[in-house]
């Protein structure tokens, strides 16, 4: 099943940092933007920011502005959530999908889901 696996969560400190990969599973990234996503218990599943295909551009949303860098391998098969200054309210499941970066933010516009990883920060 074609699909992008995230991978690299775990539990952290506040002000604290995690990395995340994400890694195309059947197919190579190429052609494709990536957005990141994420969601916390309770909520819906939010739009974080993404990359294009050339890796020349990126977006993030208000909430992670300044402290999450997201950046992709230059041999299209992953890409990268760096996450820096962590705050609890960043705690939730994280995913990674294709997206057109002119829909960044639309989980509805995403595609090739897979699983997700679990980012806990509490102290």
């Known amino acids: 099943q074609l699909r992008l696996v995230a991978s690299g969560g775990g539990l952290a400190q506040p002000g604290g940092s995690l990395r995340l990969s994400c890694t195309a599973v059947?197919?190579?990234?190429?052609?494709?933007?990536i957005g990141w996503f994420r969601q916390a218990p309770g909520e819906e599943r939010e739009g974080i920011g993404c990359?294009?295909?050339?890796?020349?551009?990126?977006h993030y949303a208000d909430a992670v502005k300044g402290r999450f860098t997201i950046s992709r391998d230059n041999t299209d098969t992953g890409a990268y959530l760096q996450m820096d200054n962590l705050k609890p309210e960043d705690t939730a499941v994280y995913y990674c999908?294709?997206?057109?970066?002119?829909?960044?933010?639309?989980?509805?516009?995403?595609?090739?889901w897979g699983e997700g990883t679990q980012v806990t920060v509490s102290s």
């Open positions: 999908a294709t997206v057109d970066v002119a829909w960044c933010y639309a989980t509805s516009r995403a595609n090739y």
């Open positions: 059947g197919f190579t990234l190429e052609y494709y933007g």
């Open positions: 990359i294009n295909s050339s890796g020349s551009a990126t």
